[in-house]
């Protein structure tokens, strides 16, 4: 029964919003979300409605392209890449991942600036050091993704105009849903009701304008300026 299913990946560079655009996808196809794609599903902490009788099935993962066939036997049917802008993807892994493995106490307490410094060299260069999934850079996570059948969701768009980027997806693999569908989708898998899982904060936008000074954003612009523009990020 399960390779008969059609497997939907929601795929994003970390801290890019990929668990609650996860979430969002299963709620508005009515199938379970299995958790990640690549591991083992059983009592994984990311899964959620099982109970939904559907085709379908939704993971999660930060896997690169090149990785992504490979790491599961299951066939992938469509795969969603949810974008953010590098620079709030900075101030959000902040406070999320170990800068300091050996003790959760004294990551607690690493300046700020350190942690600062490690998730530029991340979403700017790669830092494995980091964590296995900033083993490549944003550019270079998502590049590879580019120019295929793959829907590219902003998650930006996606928090501001949530009814049009869920329409889009909908679209994307033939379905439709009336509107107070979508409204109910997004209701339930708002930040509001979801922030209580661990993997999601605040959710906000270009906070990065009030966290990196201009010298930061300048190492943006120099290495990721056409990228930013390329996907109507500010500069």
């Known amino acids: 029964m399960e390779e008969t299913k059609k497997n939907i990946v929601i795929v994003g560079y970390p ?11 299963a709620e508005l196809f009515s199938c379970p979300l299995k958790g990640n794609w690549g591991f083992k599903t059983d009592n994984d902490p990311m899964g959620e409605g099982y109970d939904r009788i559907s085709s379908y099935d939704c993971y999660k993962s930060h896997h690169t392209y090149e990785e ?3 790491v599961d036997k ?5 795969i969603i890449y949810i ?8 101030i959000s892994g902040l406070y999320f991942f170990n800068f300091f493995k050996k003790s959760a106490l004294i990551n607690k307490y690493l ?5 600062k410094k490690q998730m530029i060299k991340a979403v700017l260069f790669g830092n494995k050091k980091l964590n296995q999934w900033c083993e490549l850079s ?9 120019n295929k059948d793959i829907l590219f969701v ?6 501001q105009n949530s009814k049009l980027e869920c329409q889009r997806i909908l679209k994307y693999l033939n379905i439709e849903k009336t ?3 979508i409204l109910n989708a997004i209701e339930k898998q708002s930040f509001k009701n979801v922030k209580k899982s661990n993997n999601i904060r605040k959710g906000e936008i270009e906070y990065w304008k009030d966290q990196l000074s201009g010298s930061e954003n300048q190492l943006f612009i120099k290495h990721l300026g056409s990228s930013l523009d390329y996907f109507g990020y500010k500069i």
């Open 83 to 90: 974008l953010r802008d590098p620079r709030d993807i900075v």
């Open 68 to 70: 992504i066939y490979n």
């Open 154 to 159: 902003k998650y930006e768009d996606l928090l």
């Open 111 to 115: 300046p700020k600036a350190f942690k």
């Open 179 to 181: 509107d107070e569908f």
């Open 15 to 25: 801290k890019s919003g990929t668990t609650w655009m996860s979430k969002l996808v």
């Open 138 to 146: 944003w550019k270079n996570h998502h590049k590879g993704y580019l």
């Open 74 to 78: 299951k066939n992938i049917y469509k």
